[in-house]
């Protein structure tokens, strides 16, 4: 089993910035990647950005978070980051932790979730 916390949402303003932090713990040997989704109020929920802890780290950005967020991961902590830039009020969002545990078959997990409300 894996357990992830989440940290670091908050209110900020439209154009301001904010890092997510997501802290894995247990099984974590067994985690190929993590990653980050969120969902609005009425919205289904979408991927934000995930990272492989190996294939030296390849990362993958849905288009509303290129060139806005980065996505970095600490292996020897089992945390993985999400520094968001240049906030916009459709950022708005749970933004939940994400663990994959991929052999023969795939295991996933999440966090409990951090809210985000970008707003002035």
């Known amino acids: 089993q894996v357990q992830l916390v989440e940290s670091g949402g908050g209110l900020v303003q439209p154009g301001g910035s904010l890092r997510l932090s997501c802290a894995a713990s247990?099984?974590?040997?067994?985690?190929?990647?993590m990653g980050w989704y969120r969902q609005a109020p009425g919205k289904e929920r979408e991927l934000v950005a995930f990272i492989h802890k190996d294939k030296g780290g390849l990362t993958n950005y849905a288009d509303s978070a290129k060139d806005r967020f980065t996505i970095s991961l600490d292996a020897a902590k089992n945390t993985v980051f999400l520094e968001m830039n240049s906030l916009k009020s459709e950022d708005s969002a749970v933004y939940s932790c994400n663990a994959k545990s991929i052999m023969l078959v795939t295991l996933e997990y999440w966090g409990q979730g951090t809210l985000v409300t970008v707003s002035s």
């Open positions: 247990g099984a974590t040997y067994s985690i190929n990647v």
